[in-house]
């Protein structure tokens, strides 16, 4: 025969101040599970979304995968749109799109002074980077440039200094904002944008650091990939967008392993605090337990109705630490040495959030439990 | 009992042995050669008066039927993904040696100040002249630092690169 299902809940109740030290305690670490989980899924969800399987970067062979420090001739595109057959072009116009990219100093008008991603572009740029899209204020003119939703975290500096009509300054010159851009969550979002020739002038160079080409239907990334293996001479590489964000996907492994080890860890650390305030529970309980048993309950009636509690609570925190999470951590931004991403609490980070918040309340409800059944009726009647 | 905890322990060892390789370096393909492939890109015996790629870089026309030696390499990557086509160098060019424990010796990371006189671009073309689709490692059953002897048609440009639109390749064994 089991206990009745109101008496773990009213057991709940009985001692308010302990049921609620302990919810706090495990909402607090399913909170941390939700953080580090938010994290793995936002820095992932980032590099996944980020390019195009139809575009195609041409870059430096000598910058490896860096290509923030890739530096070619700045003839690249003309002579790309010459010789290959496969790039889209529309009503006359090709959808190449030079671009200079770099790491760079960028201070607002608060004096916070961070390293930003600059990109210097042209008009064709918005043909080649499809996801990005100017959702406030205007294409930067000459001595404007946009900003990308993130760009404020990446820089560490507030939100309001990096809105339209701001002025920032980077590469000993100043720019006003004219416009915000979004590009759905993918890397350019928090980068700056600004004209292509300005940029070069402010920096001092001729040269351009990549050259991003968007393929016709049915084209291949193979024929650039031969161009530049057949031109030797240019020293250029061609990968597809979708495989260079592949690569720093598998760069950025350790980390997402370091912080599943860290999802674990905390679990642990959950199970332990658990485990703390349940043998602190049954300890005061020992007495009632007996008593269950001397009018007939069996032992296993007694554990079910304890973890009973165990999950009860642990699903309460489950729910507070997973209401909060959507409400204030989602969408929460990130800086990283890539740029910069939100928190994604998506259904995977809920699963392990909540899967973690039922196991505490399954874990740290057992063992308490188990330790006092194995006490003799008559000895545990008498106990203190 | 004692016989099968050993295997098992044996067996055991040997997963995690092979559960701790470093899969993120390219595996030479001397460690992990292709089988032999069938294609009728492949000739059946070596072409007589082949050129090492140096040697063809100083005295071959432009549109000449040329018959170029070299070592796929010259690079981290010197396959095309998608086509049938990779880099060869003179076989003159020296790489690091398995004893320098260099992962990729076929990017010539010692002697790149020669690989640039010494490079050739090979593709595999199909009787209408356009070039094969697919991997070259599969196709011709090729691996990095595989000798290939090339018979083809040679392309030159001002700066001096050379490709050669190649219709018959034929794989120098165990090398």
């Known amino acids: 025969m089991l206990l009745p299902w109101e008496y773990g809940v009213r057991n709940l109740a009985r001692r308010p101040v302990r049921t609620a030290l302990t919810l706090v305690a495990l909402a607090t670490v399913v909170m941390l599970v939700f953080v580090v989980v938010g994290f793995i899924r936002g820095l992932e969800r980032s590099l996944a979304i980020s390019g195009d399987d139809d575009v195609v970067l041409v870059y430096s062979v000598n910058s490896e995968e860096n290509i923030e420090n890739s530096s070619i001739a700045a003839r690249t595109p003309a002579l790309l749109t010459a010789s290959l057959d496969g790039t889209w072009k529309r009503f006359g116009v090709a959808h190449v799109s030079p671009e200079m990219y770099l790491g760079t100093r960028v201070r607002t008008k608060d004096g916070v002074g961070g390293l930003g991603l600059v990109r210097g ?34 820089l560490g500096a507030e939100p309001s200094v990096m809105v339209i009509g701001e002025v920032i300054e980077f590469e000993g010159k100043k720019w006003r904002i004219s416009g915000e851009f979004a590009a759905g969550g993918a890397a350019y979002e928090s980068e700056i944008w600004c004209n292509l020739d300005d940029f070069q002038t402010a920096t001092k160079r001729q040269d351009l650091s990549l050259v991003a080409l968007l393929l016709r239907p049915g084209a291949s990334a193979a024929e650039v990939s031969l161009f530049c293996k057949e031109r030797t001479d240019l020293e250029l590489r061609a990968i597809q967008e979708t495989a260079y964000y592949g690569t720093l996907q598998k760069h950025y492994r350790p980390v997402l392993l370091l912080a599943w080890l860290v999802v674990i860890l905390v679990s642990g650390a959950g199970v332990f605090t658990g485990l703390n305030m349940m043998y602190g529970a049954v300890a005061g309980r020992i ?64 699963l392990v959030g909540c899967g973690v918040g039922l196991v505490l309340g399954v874990l740290g409800a057992m063992p308490p439990a188990l330790k006092a059944l194995r006490e003799s009726v008559a000895i545990s009647l008498k106990a203190v | 009992m004692k016989t099968t905890t050993s295997v098992a322990l044996a067996a055991l060892s040997l997963m995690v042995l092979v559960g701790c390789s470093d899969s993120d370096v390219p595996q030479n393909s001397e460690s992990a050669p292709n089988g032999p492939a069938d294609s009728k890109y492949l000739a059946e015996s ?130």
């Open chain 1, 121 to 154: 572009v042209t008009r064709s740029a918005p043909l080649v980077r499809r996801g990005v899209r100017l959702v406030e204020g205007d294409w930067p003119q000459a001595g404007e440039a946009m900003v990308g939703r993130l760009s404020a975290a990446k």
């Open chain 2, 46 to 175: 070596e072409p007589a008066g082949a050129m090492p790629v140096g040697e063809a870089r100083k005295s071959v026309e432009d549109e000449q039927m040329v018959t170029l030696v070299g070592t796929i390499g010259g690079s981290t990557e010197p396959f095309v993904d998608g086509l049938a086509a990779f880099t060869i160098v003179d076989p003159k060019v020296p790489y690091c040696s398995p004893d320098e424990g260099c992962p990729t010796p076929w990017d010539y990371c010692c002697t790149q100040d020669q690989v640039k006189d010494n490079l050739a671009t090979v593709k595999v073309v199909d009787e209408s002249g356009s070039p094969v689709s697919g991997d070259a490692r599969q196709i011709l059953g090729v691996k990095e630092l595989s000798t290939v002897v090339v018979e083809g048609k040679a392309k030159r440009d001002d700066q001096g690169n050379l490709t050669v639109a190649a219709t018959r390749v034929f794989v120098r064994p165990g090398e």
């Open chain 1, 287 to 350: 007495r009632e337990i007996a008593t269950l048993q001397a009018i007939g309950y069996r032992r296993r009636a007694i554990l079910l109705s304890l973890i009973q509690e165990g999950v009860l609570l642990a699903a309460a925190a489950s729910l507070l630490a997973g209401t909060i999470a959507l409400s204030l951590l989602n969408g929460m931004a990130v800086r990283f040495t890539m740029g910069a991403f939100t928190l994604h609490i998506d259904s995977v980070a809920i």
